[in-house]
């Protein structure tokens, strides 16, 4: 399946060349479309006004520093704490941090999944949420309301460690500004929260907000997965990071809405969706390009994308999903409007194939193979069997738009000296076209079946670069699918297989010039596209490529393939003649 094959053994001259130009032109389509849906490069762009600076007291309070204390600023009395603590809430899948400087979270541990250091992943990004805020932080139109609501110290309902089922409150009021935070945990990935904010009585514009990205964002392609995510009245809509504009307010209603990057997502779900905004959130942070080596005059400018929600009416009731993008677990958490968060795992336009490739090939990992690269190898081969009869197909067309090649040549001969403008020109293309159909040859039909092969390339990379399962799963000396083959075993072993392909294939009809740029040009740009892709699209591609070869080197001992190849040779030596 997996196999390029070569397009122009339908026919010679004319027909030749327009069966190669559609061919050239679907091969850069489906060059230039991986391109466009790689994450590409973030535009150089001014940062947006930080939303916070935080600074951390790390230090344990003592039970007298935990106290609250009462002052008074000379407009009533404010309840705040007299000095920094923590909070920790933990249960089997995550171990939340808070703090009370801004009753929001310093630390979000998935139990469940390691960062690219084998430690347990920490959802919190510290280097993006030192500049632009932390999750759970509150968001304020007004900036220096924004900057006292993350450095005001609240009074915690608990300190110490929290187990679920449970519930953790913060209360912070000065100067006529009243502010209260309380969060109820369970045993899943969800929480509740529910957030009021006044001043003087009157009810004060203060979204709860998840500002600051990822913390498995460390390089310029994780950053530019990021989106901002929603679903409204059913809809749902994916906002990628060149299009989302920082502090833009948008209107609900709202199923749901967040943030999410390629793996994992913070999705605010509303108790009230009719009556809800969000703030969309895009900043940007200096990243190293070369990680194991930093040097601060060689860095990136990455999209740092986060989202903000607010009651229109008063306080906010909210659940808050900070999780993985895994498609069964999303599929388990309803909206109260009814979505679920399904269609936060986004496989565009080819979703249709893309996902019913994963589960299969998911299937395979649970019921056959507990390994997600053999899983894959097995998927191909599957489906090349599948592509057997249409390779057969393709040989079949070809042979026999070889056969009638002398006829069309005589053809064509008649017209040779009449220029391309003149409209007997026409009446050419009307004799072929009259020959081919009374041999039932159709000039595409060596080229149609091959084109199968496109949609499952899409879905292949759409799937491998989207579903978390893939994230870190290992195979042989490859220790990320979702990453490239850091020996790039894979990329040569597509390149030779590819060109071992064009060569084995029988082109009779080809013209030698022709023949030469698709057997090195179309391998090295497909190697050179797999250098750079995660390696189980590679192993995909390679598999597939593997298995053509072997079909070929049959296919040529059939009757089909003999007859093929004494056309070519006695088209060889009448060129050799000229």
């Known amino acids: 399946m997996a196999e390029i094959k070569n397009p122009n053994q339908q026919g010679a001259g004319g027909q030749d060349s327009r069966t190669m130009l559609i061919l050239t032109a679907v091969f850069f389509v489906v060059f230039f479309g991986l391109q466009y849906f ?37 407009t009533g009395t404010g309840t705040a704490a007299a000095s920094e603590s923590e909070t920790v809430v933990e249960n089997e899948l995550y171990r939340i941090t808070f703090t009370n400087r801004g009753a929001q979270v310093k630390s979000w541990i998935l139990k469940k999944y390691k960062d690219d250091d084998g430690k347990p992943l920490n959802l919190v990004n510290p280097e993006a949420a030192k500049k632009f805020g932390y999750p759970l932080s509150l968001y304020a139109y007004d900036q220096n309301l924004r900057g006292r609501l993350s450095n005001a110290l609240y009074v915690p309902s608990a300190t110490g460690t929290l187990n679920t089922p449970g519930e953790l409150s913060f209360d912070y009021s000065s100067g006529g500004l009243v502010v209260k935070k309380t969060f109820k945990f369970d045993s899943s990935y969800v929480i509740h929260a529910e957030v009021s904010a006044t001043q003087n009585g009157a009810p004060v514009s203060a979204l709860l907000a998840w500002p600051s990205g990822f913390g498995d964002q460390h390089t310029l392609p994780q950053y530019a997965g990021g989106s901002i995510n929603l679903s409204q009245s059913g809809k749902d809509d994916q906002i990628t990071f060149k299009k989302v504009v920082g502090g833009e307010t948008l209107r609900g209603p709202f199923d749901w809405a967040g943030v999410s990057d390629l793996y994992f997502a913070a999705i605010f779900l509303p108790d009230t969706p009719s009556s809800v905004s969000v703030v969309s959130l895009h900043d940007t ?17 990455a999209s740092v994308l986060g989202a903000a929600m607010g009651d229109n009416n008063g306080p906010l009731n909210v659940r808050i999903f900070a999780g993985p993008k895994s498609l069964d677990l999303l599929n388990s958490i309803h909206a109260t409007s009814g979505p679920s968060l399904e269609k936060v795992v986004s496989f565009g336009w080819w979703g249709v194939i893309a996902k019913p490739l994963f589960l299969i090939l998911r299937f395979f990992y649970e019921h056959v193979v507990p390994n997600w690269g053999w899983s894959i190898l097995l998927l191909t081969v599957i489906l090349n069997l599948a592509m057997l009869p249409t390779r057969v197909q393709m040989m079949k067309s070809s042979l026999k738009m070889q056969r009638i090649q002398p006829q069309m040549e005589v053809i ?129 591609w390679a598999c597939g490529n593997f298995i ?16 093929m190849r004494e056309i070519a040779a006695k088209r060889a030596a009448k060129r050799l003649k000229r």
């Open 38 to 74: 790689k994450p590409k490069k973030a535009p150089e762009s001014n940062p947006a006004p930080q939303h916070t600076q935080q600074s951390q007291n790390q230090s344990t309070p003592s039970p007298a520093m935990m106290q609250a204390a009462s002052t008074d600023s000379g």
């Open 285 to 301: 942070l200096d990243v190293p390009r070369n990680l194991k080596k930093p040097d601060p005059n060689v860095v990136d400018h």
């Open 412 to 540: 064509k001969a008649k017209y040779a000296k009449y220029k391309a403008t003149d409209p007997r020109k026409q009446e050419m293309q009307r004799e072929i076209l009259d020959l081919q159909k009374a041999e039932g040859v159709n000039m595409f039909g060596g080229c149609l079946p091959m084109l199968v092969q496109w949609p499952l390339l899409f879905g292949f990379y759409r799937m491998l670069g989207n579903v978390i399962e893939l994230r870190q799963a290992h195979w042989l000396w490859l220790p990320d699918l979702s990453a490239p083959d850091p020996w790039h075993i894979l990329p040569i072993f597509v390149i030779l297989s590819m060109f071992l392909t064009q060569y084995l294939t029988p082109s009779p009809g080809m013209d030698p010039a022709q023949q030469k740029m698709m057997a090195f040009t179309m391998p090295a740009v497909f190697g050179f596209m797999m250098w750079n892709y995660g390696s189980g699209l590679s192993l995909y």
């Open 548 to 563: 053509s070869v072997m079909q070929q080197l049959v296919m040529n001992r059939t009757g089909l393939g003999k007859e």
